[in-house]
């Protein structure tokens, strides 16, 4: 679900930058540590693409795909990062559905950034699904999310849209992620009593098909 003006004009501000370069980055890093030179990371629901730029300088993504539904945050993220080049490429498309999006392969990034948005989406389970697809086995999931605690404060009901069915608490966020083998261990935290939750999943390693006997004589 697109912003409406009121948080479009907030993830536009300086608090929210403010919020993200000195809380949210600092945090992500230390429970999940910075990247290899070479990798190759997704950011879905990319806004302004303030987070996009955050993700090359603080965890070193040789390459960053960003990803939004929304045209006008693709075009103010553009401008944001002309300057890195190749290093950055802009998708308009829905983060519950990558195949259609950015055709998207299964086990193709090393990690994906979610600054809060799965809040956002309403089958926010689908969004999950394709994190865990997307992600190379080891791969890291980092996120930062709004529960339905949070949603249902005056603030968020008056001044903001967001889908109003089967939002999530930390807990569920976190049980759906275990269920596509995104393993949080204890690598978050529930800020504001758990207004929101903040943490690094690791994708497991696919158990390995047994391997057949072989019979020599
Ligand atoms: C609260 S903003 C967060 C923007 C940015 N990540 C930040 O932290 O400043 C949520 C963003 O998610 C985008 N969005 C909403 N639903 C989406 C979807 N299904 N797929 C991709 N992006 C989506 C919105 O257009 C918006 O830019």
Same mark, same amino acid.
């Given at each position: 679900m697109l912003m409406n003006r009121v948080e479009t004009a907030l993830i536009n501000s300086a608090p929210r930058r403010w919020l993200q370069r000195w809380y949210e980055v600092p945090w992500l890093r230390r429970l999940g540590g910075s990247l290899q030179p070479d990798a190759r990371v997704l950011e879905i629901g990319? *806004? $302004?693409g303030y987070g996009t730029g955050l993700i090359l300088q #603080?965890? *070193? =993504? =040789?390459r960053v795909d960003a990803l939004d539904l929304d045209p006008t945050m693709i075009a103010r993220t553009r401008r944001r990062l002309a300057d890195y080049g190749d290093r950055v490429h802009l998708h308009t498309g829905d983060a519950a559905d990558l195949r259609t999006s950015i055709s998207a392969d299964d086990a193709s990034y090393d990690a994906v950034f979610d600054f =809060?948005? /799965? #809040? #956002? /989406? $309403?089958?926010?389970r689908d969004a999950i699904a394709e994190v865990a697809r997307v992600l190379r086995p080891g791969g890291r999931f980092y996120f930062d999310e709004v529960t339905a605690r949070a949603l249902a404060r005056p603030t968020y009901r008056i001044l903001f849209d967001h889908p109003t069915n089967d939002r999530f608490a930390a807990e569920q966020f976190r049980a759906e992620l275990d269920r596509h083998n995104l393993h949080v261990g204890d690598r978050w935290l529930t800020p504001l009593g758990g207004d929101y939750v903040i943490g690094v999943a690791h994708r497991n390693a696919q158990a390995r098909s047994p391997r057949p006997r072989t019979c020599l004589r």
């Open positions: 990319c *806004g $302004p #603080h965890f *070193g =993504a =040789a =809060a948005i /799965i #809040h #956002h /989406i $309403p089958n926010w």
